[in-house]
């Protein structure tokens, strides 16, 4: 686990730094998908969240959800093409699970990957992950988590 | 010492549909995060209409048969929060920026910042205009301009409404907001909630006039000079994209949610400084207090400390709405005679177990 600033950033996890979001890839090679605790720290208290359709095709670097905190609202985009296998209804109940849980029950989506050893390559993962975000957070200007 | 002023666009797109309005909306923030647009600042106005926030539910927020009885066009915003009736004698204000050029990714932050900038800027047209937090800016604990954001990787749009003049009795007819039934009453209690530059300032100001105090407030906070401008090449084209698919009862209906999932529930109750009676808006699914409305006579010093309280409670958890209230009083010195906060708590948790009525 790597912490950088306060915010927990699991270095088993792929990241798209710019987009603020992680991939997990499970042992079916599906892959699970969630805001950062660093992008949840930003936004604070998520209220709503609404999901791309179970189905849809979705292209690296687009919308699988929509989420709203503070009267802001912003995609939270795919690390991956992919097809969206589920949804978390969980979260769509209690938004504010994504704050509490960013890389448990607070997942956003489950994708399965059309071309993950061509895309993942981009994504950061192990010991790269906290200088990364370090590099991201001094960016933005960012206090801590 | 000669120091490079940066230049932004400043866009003025007239009055329009509200369709147009929100495509423009998608089109300038997607072209900004694209690098294809410059910083903007873009003035606008709306034919009437009630604008859902993204995540709402037309059936939940508005009279519709209201809306379609006065020709009153229902669409959804891609900023968040709650519905607003929007009409001719409003003035919608929006900066479409870099996050780069704020200094920090901070939402709330950021909302500071420009709502401050643009209450300084109101305020310089002879009234005091200040920041409410989560989002409002206000007058003498009036709501004068609503705000909400919305953002697209490193490119954000935050945009207002500022009331220059405001028909209070059409708002109360357009939203279910979880009023008293339209009254006299009703009305004063939401002239008590929202102003107008009309009212405050006893004549109506020129839309020039508020666009170049708006304008001058933010070019100060940002250290800027704004040019006026027109949408580009790149805007144009995917102008035509959004506007097919905003312009489209799929984009209005996106969310639809059942009515009877955000009920309205309410309670009353004497205390020895009068009565105390609150309308609660409630998310029956997330168990979240939408909008919070009180009335009745209770004596409140100072008189506006039951609006702000409104204001801190808006999208509150249910489970956490003692350590709101609690937290609120806290912040400031309120007379209220023999009413305690825990009282307020308990009319508030009393309504919430209470049948609800008609929303």
């Known amino acids: 686990m790597a912490t950088v600033r306060g915010c927990n950033l699991p270095d088993d996890l792929y990241y798209n730094v710019d987009n603020n979001v992680w991939a997990r890839r499970e042992a079916d090679g599906t892959l699970t998908i969630g805001m950062t605790a660093y992008a949840c720290s930003l936004a604070g208290e998520i209220v709503s969240y609404t999901p791309k359709k179970v189905g849809k095709e979705i292209e690296q670097n687009k919308s699988v959800c929509t989420v709203e905190s503070g009267k802001w609202v912003g995609p939270v985009k795919a690390p991956v093409t992919g097809e969206i296998l589920a949804t978390n209804p969980d979260v769509a109940g209690k938004p504010g699970t994504i704050n509490a849980d960013s890389y448990g029950s607070g997942w956003l989506v489950k994708m399965k990957p059309t071309n993950w050893d061509g895309e993942s390559g981009a994504l950061i993962t192990g010991g790269a992950v906290a200088g990364a975000f370090e590099t991201k957070m001094n960016a933005d200007g960012f206090g801590g988590c | ?359």
């Not at chain 2, 997607?30 to 294809?36: G, I, L």
């Not at chain 2, 020039?208 to 407030?217: D, G, H, L, N, Y």
């Not at chain 2, 933010?218 to 040019?227: M, N, P, S």
């Not at chain 2, 949408?231 to 905003?246: F, G, K, P, S």
């Open chain 2, 1 to 359: 010492m000669n120091e490079t002023v940066n230049t932004w666009r400043l866009l003025d797109t007239g009055i329009r549909r509200a369709a147009e309005n929100i495509a423009l909306n998608r089109v300038l923030l997607e072209a900004r995060q694209q690098d294809e647009s410059p910083n903007t600042l873009r003035f606008l106005g709306f034919e009437p209409c009630a604008l859902l926030g993204f995540h709402q539910s037309a059936d939940q927020e508005l009279n519709l048969d209201y809306c379609k009885a006065h020709n009153i066009t229902v669409q959804r915003r891609i900023t968040g929060g709650g519905a607003i009736y929007f009409d001719t004698a409003q003035l919608g204000w929006e900066l479409y920026l870099h996050k780069r050029d704020l200094g920090t990714a901070d939402m709330s932050a950021i909302s500071r910042r420009i709502c401050e900038a643009v209450a300084r800027g109101i305020s310089t047209l002879g009234i005091t205009a200040v920041f409410r937090p989560r989002n409002d800016i206000e007058v003498d604990g009036r709501k004068i301009s609503g705000t909400g954001g919305a953002f697209d990787g490193d490119a954000l749009m935050y945009q207002g409404t500022l009331l220059i003049e405001f028909d209070v009795e059409k708002m109360l007819r357009v939203l279910n907001i979880p009023a008293e039934k339209l009254s006299g009453k009703a009305i004063a209690s939401a002239r008590e909630r929202v102003t107008n530059l009309a009212d405050l300032l006893g004549c109506v100001p020129s839309r020039e006039k508020v666009i170049a105090a708006i304008s001058s407030a933010l070019a100060d906070e940002f250290k800027v000079q704004f040019e006026s401008g027109d949408l580009n090449a790149v805007e144009d084209r995917l102008y035509t994209a959004a506007l097919a698919e905003i312009d489209h009862p799929d984009w209005v209906n996106m969310i639809a949610l059942p009515a009877h999932d955000r009920p309205v529930r309410t309670a009353a109750r004497k205390f020895g400084g009068g009565m105390l009676r609150v309308n609660i808006a409630y998310d029956r699914v997330q168990r979240r207090l939408k909008q919070v409305w009180f009335s009745g006579d209770v004596f409140v010093s100072p008189r506006r400390t039951l609006v702000d309280l409104e204001a801190a409670l808006r999208d509150s958890l249910e489970d956490k709405l003692a350590s709101v209230v609690t937290d609120f009083f806290q912040q400031r010195s309120v007379d209220m005679l023999t009413l305690t906060p825990d009282d307020i708590v308990s009319v508030i948790k009393e309504a919430l177990g209470n049948a609800e009525v008609a929303a």
